[in-house]
T-cell receptor, first 109, second 111 residues
Framework: AQRVTQPEKLLSVFKGAPVELKCNYS??????LFWYVQYSRQRLQLLLR??SRESIKGFTADLNKGETSFHLKKPFAQEEDSAMYYC???????????FGAGTQVVVTP | NAGVTQTPKFRVLKTGQSMTLLCAQD?????MYWYRQDPGMGLRLIHY???????AKGEVPDGYNVSRLKKQNFLLGLESAAPSQTSVYFC??????????FGNGTRLTVT
């Protein structure tokens, strides 16, 4: 069965510092990987998907199939990056996303 | 364009009571999903639908039922609420090969 692991429940960083959110997955095939973000009192929204290979709000994520990881990175954190971040895996075309437990990011000035 | 709308936003139930959560989307999406969000557990899939008139079980379906009588609506029912069903419930929809669009969530407390 597929599994998504986000080892950090809380990540506290200073404004301007780099931030990296770890995500590891287990799946025997070739999944689609996503990062979703939930700002305070807002709905979840897509931040990144690995097949698009684009940078959103300064965030990037690289799929490492050898290490089965999809870590999210940003070189300079901003206060508006404070949010809950979820890594998710889709094993098939039906979009049944398997979510990790989430990482709460707090960026302090 | 409202996107995905969930009603109600909040609800408090007593153990054993029943209720229905409504999810409506105006994007003509084929696929709809119900997730529950619990601290430390992320989002877990309850039920989903791949089209009007179809439903299927997700990861945690026990204690819930769903119906998709109309393409735009996906209802989640709790026949006999239990405290373990206290959670935040999210509905989502998507079209093929497109990202999920989420609703704002329903916060349910069962006492």
């Amino acid at each position: 069965a597929q599994r998504v692991t986000q080892p950090e429940k809380l990540l506290s960083v200073f404004k301007g510092a780099p931030v990296e959110l770890k995500c590891n997955y287990s799946y025997s095939g070739s999944p689609e990987l996503f990062w979703y973000v939930q700002y305070s009192r807002q709905r979840l929204q897509l931040l990144l998907r690995h097949i698009s290979r684009e940078s959103i709000k300064g965030f990037t994520a690289d799929l490492n199939k050898g290490e089965t990881s999809f870590h999210l990175k940003k070189p300079f954190a901003q206060e508006e990056d404070s949010a809950m971040y979820y890594c998710a895996l889709s094993p098939d075309s039906w979009g049944k996303l398997q979510f990790g437990a989430g990482t709460q990011v707090v960026v302090t000035p | 364009n409202a996107g995905v709308t969930q009603t109600p936003k909040f609800r408090v139930l007593k153990t054993g009571q029943s209720m229905t959560l409504l999810c409506a989307q105006d994007m003509n999406h084929e696929y709809m999903y119900w997730y529950r969000q619990d601290p430390g557990m992320g989002l877990r899939l309850i039920h989903y639908s791949v089209g009007e008139g179809t439903t299927a079980k997700g990861e945690v379906p026990d204690g819930y039922n769903v119906s998709r009588l109309k393409k735009q609506n996906f209802l989640l029912g709790l026949e006999s609420a239990a405290p373990s069903q206290t959670s935040v419930y999210f509905c989502a929809s998507r079209q093929a090969n497109s990202p999920l669009h989420f609703g704002n969530g329903t916060r349910l407390t069962v006492t």
